[in-house]
């Protein structure tokens, strides 16, 4: 079975600190996601990665970068943490897009964000 | 917003009813994936439908996809306790919905 992991369940941090997220699966997946999950908005796409140190903004990119550079392992950093980064952060990994089929993600326990 | 949407937000049925949920999308796709979610966890794939087929069966579960009215619905048979969870559906490039809380009574 894939496995997912993120580095922890659960951060606090304070207001204007770099954050770093980590994200490792272990089934040489090609593509992997960082996503936010928020009360009434579902999940929101930051940044996704379809191979090592190539990266594509998502949805909502504004105030976090990315890192990927080794196939395994992608990384999401909060330049400067602000409060309403505080959010549910869920990675995800799948195999390469095939034709137009989009593969099914696989997705790590998530990492809940306090920014105080 | 391409983003797809489940109907109804919630939904709470006792143990043993079927579970219906349903998923609707603006634009044209490919395929399209349902997800559960189970609370303060990852979440964990479903079943995915291609835009070829009409409807998929996986154990207790059964989707089936309408493209004419770009519209998804997700059954699920027999509902168990365990499958109290929020189930969201996924279309074209990696856009989910909001999703739809399932909760079973006892």
């Known amino acids: 079975d894939v496995k997912v992991t993120q580095s922890s369940r659960y951060l606090v941090k304070r207001t204007g600190e770099k954050v770093f997220l980590e994200c490792v699966q272990d089934?040489?997946?090609?593509?992997m996601f960082w996503y936010r999950q928020d009360p009434g908005l579902g999940l929101r796409l930051i940044y996704f990665?379809?191979?090592?140190?190539?990266?594509e903004k998502g949805d909502i990119p504004e105030g976090y970068s990315v890192s990927r550079e080794k196939k395994e392992r992608f990384s999401l950093i909060l330049e400067s943490a602000s409060t309403n980064q505080t959010s549910m952060y869920l990675c995800?990994?799948?195999?390469?897009?095939?034709?137009?089929?989009?593969?099914?993600?696989?997705f790590g326990d998530g990492t809940r964000l306090s920014i105080l | 917003s391409q983003q797809g949407e489940e109907d109804p937000q919630a939904l709470s049925i006792q143990e043993g009813e079927n579970a219906t949920m349903n998923c609707s999308y603006k634009t044209s796709i490919n395929n399209l994936q349902w997800y559960r979610q189970n609370s303060g966890r990852g979440l964990v794939h479903l079943i995915l439908?291609?835009?070829?087929?009409r409807e998929k069966h996986s154990g207790r579960l059964r989707v089936t996809l309408d493209t004419s009215k770009k519209s998804s619905s997700l059954l699920i048979t027999a509902s168990r306790a365990a499958d109290t969870a929020s189930y969201f559906c996924?279309?074209?490039?990696?856009?989910f919905g909001k999703g739809t809380r399932l909760h079973i009574l006892p």
């Open positions: 439908i291609r835009s070829n087929e």
């Open positions: 996924a279309t074209g490039k990696i856009i």
């Open positions: 995800a990994s799948s195999l390469g897009i095939t034709g137009h089929l989009i593969q099914p993600q696989h």
């Open positions: 990665s379809y191979d090592v140190k190539m990266k």
């Open positions: 089934m040489d997946h090609e593509n």
